[in-house]
């Protein structure tokens, strides 16, 4: 989804919001997290993986920081996710890839 543009804007500006692809997303996500509060989909989890998993945090990556107007922006459109559920751009990624080059490099 690289190219999806993250959110929709009314003419005056003011109200902003994720689009329908990225709610879809989002709703996908929260679904994975109700699978995992299952005890016996944690077992099945850990049986096939051999990972324990509860209460993952989870990341949508999804378009580029310039879809956002501005940070102001974006914090805000955060703010209304779960605490547990962030959104990162292919630019953030991008980013922490190369932080973490440099700290591995060292």
């Given at each position: 989804?690289?190219?999806?543009?993250?959110?929709?804007?009314?003419?005056?500006?003011?109200?902003?919001?994720?689009?329908?692809?990225?709610?879809?997303?989002?709703?996908?996500?929260?679904?994975?997290?109700?699978?995992?509060?299952?005890?016996?989909?944690?077992?099945?989890?850990?049986?096939?993986?051999?990972?324990?998993?509860?209460?993952?945090?989870?990341?949508?990556?999804?378009?580029?920081?310039?879809?956002?107007?501005?940070?102001?922006?974006?914090?805000?459109l955060q703010s209304l996710?779960?605490?547990?559920?962030?959104?990162?751009?292919?630019?953030?990624?991008?980013s922490r890839a190369k932080?973490?080059?440099?700290?591995?490099?060292?």
């Open positions: 989804m690289v190219d999806e543009t993250l959110v929709t804007r009314l003419h005056n500006e003011s109200r902003v919001r994720f689009k329908a692809s990225i709610n879809e997303a989002i709703a996908q996500l929260n679904e994975y997290r109700r699978y995992f509060e299952s005890k016996e989909n944690r077992k099945s989890f850990h049986k096939k993986y051999g990972l324990e998993a509860y209460n993952p945090k989870m990341i949508l990556v999804v378009g580029r920081s310039h879809h956002f107007r501005s940070d102001l922006q974006r914090r805000e996710l779960p605490k547990d559920l962030e959104i990162w751009t292919y630019d953030d990624l991008l932080m973490y080059r440099k700290l591995v490099s060292k």
